[in-house]
């Protein structure tokens, strides 16, 4: 038989096969009656099967093209929207917060727990949260959102706590992301946790389909691709997951991806972060943007015959609390003569601690020993300082500057990098321009004035009920001082840059002036501090600047002083130590001199308590304008005064200094960020 009559056979109907192939030979006379037959239904099930099949073929072929290409991960976001529409009544409000999705469907059989499905990731229930956003301004770069994600449950019961403090504080829109695989309402996932509204937190639900049956490759997919959607329509200014071992390795993994590919801040918080970083959650968006930004180095300059308070130093450094972000780099200047304790307690050093998490074993310690033997003169000491640290990003990098008199609490650092971010990054201390008037923050509270001779009246605040109505009494407060400290201050790296160019040129009007200014002999700072705190003090005058000092309360849980192993610096030791303290003819008014000096230098005992509960202001750190100001010498002062009082002290300090004549001081150009050039004309 032939193709074509097999080909026929397969298209006639049974009936038709039947007949005689007589029956289908045409007619020799012609038909004039004749009429075609009507197809049977069957012949038509037949043909329509037959296309059915040969379509859903070619479905299965294009459906299972592997894609080619780019990243898919990076494509803009495209979603699915399952009986969503723009105007239906409960679409969410794009002002409001969102309301809760619709129930997940069961997109997988409950009897297939094998993780083993590894197709294209959709988001059936993103979208909707993300376009309701649009009143938080996600598509600027710069806005207030904060975003918590996770994957694991537990690792989402740690975050929501910490979600819903920072959310009842109003300083930023909270953001809460699941992309887990487990299929938990997000209702029930806010009820088990006791999240209301009251916490003003968004909830989105980021997990992609299939996810039970999903293979790890696969969500480690869906996370990044989930991050990558989200910051489109939200640009976070802050991610914060846990890091510690509750969360899911692909979601951690996934997190750290999109965080080093679009270079946001993620915030990895340790174990337990609720207690211990609970201060977190006071700072506002833009501070926490800076989080893994700054950076802070350690200089301590040892003194001869000083070992057993640097020991006392050094331990109390190793047992404070570093959780909330790196170890700093710790740099030790050691005198040409090393104290034989000192040398052994080196030996066995390391820095970090133990008790630190350090997965290289990287050293961060440094340590300088001089060379030359004799003593250094007040520049020389003053130079050789100042060369131990220079920023390599002035915006970022900060040194804190600790004597060996100082013991630290273990809550220090915290106490550092909170002031840090509120004072210097914030967006309320950047906008209305405060943090260009900050030298520094100190750690322990003065207790007399530069001179060694007067003591501080220490500012206090008025304590108020809850109500507002009645004064309770009067508390103890942060404050603005002007006078620069030595004992434990964190030097921000912009006025250290500028304090290097200060001293530079300083030293050399010093050489070149004849007769030598009395701007620049006079001793105002006593010899119980280095040399080089003379030159802070001049800048702090001529600029206008200003340290942040604690207040009494919180000082006790930050630093002490001790004073029964107290040396002098080494460029006044030999002319101080030959000088007793009190002589046999002294007069009645030396004598109570004395004692006062020795009482005021009495050390305040550290009580460490939470950080948070040291602070008068319920755990807030009070804003610059409501903090009292002090002068160089101790006078209470208002911000206003305090201007016309540097631009006064900067004008006789370019005449004397600077050599600058009326006309130079007119011609004179701008001011130059980091340096000090504008207060010398003959330098130039």
């Not at 379509?55 to 080619?68: D, E, M, R």
């Not at 002002?95 to 997988?108: D, I, K, L």
């Not at 008790?355 to 290289?360: C, D, E, L, Q």
């Not at 009494?552 to 004073?563: C, F, K, M, Y």
């Amino acid at each position: 038989m032939s193709t074509w009559a097999k080909m026929r056979g397969f298209f006639l109907s049974d009936e038709e096969l039947g007949k005689k192939d007589d029956d289908h030979k045409p007619f020799k006379n012609g038909s004039p009656n004749w009429h075609p037959a009507r197809v049977p239904p069957r012949r038509s099930l037949k043909r329509i099967a037959l296309v059915l099949v040969v379509a859903l073929l070619v479905y299965l072929f294009f459906k299972n093209i592997p894609v080619l290409g780019p990243d898919t991960r990076m494509r803009r976001p495209s979603y699915v929207y399952p009986g969503h529409a723009a105007n239906t009544p409960n679409s969410p409000s794009p002002y409001g917060r969102p309301q809760s999705p619709p129930s997940r469907p069961n997109t997988h059989p409950s009897n297939t727990p094998e993780r083993t499905f590894n197709g294209p990731v959709r988001f059936l229930e993103l979208a909707p949260t993300l376009h309701a956003i649009s009143g938080t301004r996600g598509t600027m770069v710069i806005n207030r959102n904060i975003l918590f994600a996770s994957s694991s449950l537990k690792s989402a019961a740690t975050l929501l706590p910490i979600a819903c403090q920072m959310g009842r504080e109003l300083k930023s829109y909270v953001h809460f992301a699941l992309m887990s695989r487990s299929e938990i309402e997000i209702r029930e996932l806010r009820k088990v946790n006791g999240i209301d509204e009251s916490c003003q937190i968004i909830f989105h639900d980021a997990r992609a389909d299939y996810g039970p049956i999903s293979t790890d490759d696969r969500m480690e997919n869906a996370v990044f691709r989930g991050f990558h959607h989200i910051f489109n329509y939200m640009h976070p200014q802050a991610i914060l997951i846990d890091g510690s071992n509750d969360e899911e390795r692909f979601f951690l993994q996934a997190a750290q991806q999109h965080s080093n590919a679009k270079k946001n801040t993620l915030i990895e918080l340790p174990r337990r972060a609720g207690k211990r970083l609970e201060w977190l959650t006071k700072l506002d968006s833009q501070a926490l943007r800076m989080w893994n930004k700054n950076h802070i180095d350690i200089l301590i300059h040892a003194i001869p015959g000083a070992s057993g308070s640097l020991i006392r130093l050094l331990r109390s450094l190793s047992d404070a609390d570093y959780t909330s972000s790196s170890v700093p780099h710790l740099t030790i200047e050691l005198p040409h003569d090393i104290d034989p304790p000192t040398k052994r307690f080196l030996e066995t050093f390391t820095w970090p601690p133990a008790h630190v998490y350090n997965p290289t074993n990287a050293r961060y310690l440094s340590l300088r020993h001089r060379i030359p033997h004799q003593r250094l003169s007040e520049e020389e000491s003053s130079a050789r300082f100042l060369e131990s640290f220079w920023p390599a990003q002035p915006e970022h990098s900060h040194i804190l500057v600790l004597s060996p008199q100082v013991e630290l609490s273990p809550d220090f650092y915290h106490y550092l990098k909170y002031s840090l971010l509120e004072y210097r990054y914030s967006s309320v201390s950047t906008y209305q321009h405060w943090d260009r008037r900050l030298f520094g923050i100190s750690l322990e509270q003065p207790l007399r004035l530069l001179d060694g001779k007067g003591t501080v009246s220490l500012p206090t605040v008025l304590k108020s009920s809850d109500s507002g109505d009645a004064v309770e009494g009067e508390i103890s407060t942060s404050f603005l001082w002007q006078a620069p400290s030595s004992n434990a201050v964190l030097f921000l790296g912009e006025k250290w840059m500028e304090l290097h160019d200060f001293v530079s040129r300083s030293l050399e009007a010093k050489q070149d002036l004849d007769p030598v200014p009395t701007l620049l002999t006079e001793k105002v700072v006593s010899t119980q501090y280095p040399s080089w705190l003379e030159h802070a003090l001049r800048l702090a005058r001529a600029r206008g600047y200003w340290m942040l000092y604690p207040g009494e309360d919180t000082a006790r849980n930050l630093a002490t002083v001790h004073s029964e192993l107290n040396r002098m610096p080494e460029e006044y030791a030999s002319q101080e130590n030959s000088k007793p303290l009190l002589a046999d003819d002294a007069t009645e008014e030396e004598i109570e001199n004395v004692r006062q000096k020795i009482r005021v230098g009495m050390e305040v005992p550290l009580a460490p308590v939470s950080l948070l509960d040291s602070l008068s202001n319920e755990g807030h750190l009070r804003p610059f304008g409501d903090l009292p100001i002090l002068t160089w010498d101790g006078q209470s002062t208002d911000y206003q005064e305090l201007n016309s009082l540097a631009a006064k002290y900067a004008a006789e300090f370019k005449e004397k200094v600077g050599s600058c004549t009326t006309k130079s001081v007119e011609d004179q150009k701008q001011r130059v960020s980091l340096l000090a050039q504008d207060l010398f004309c003959a330098t130039d």
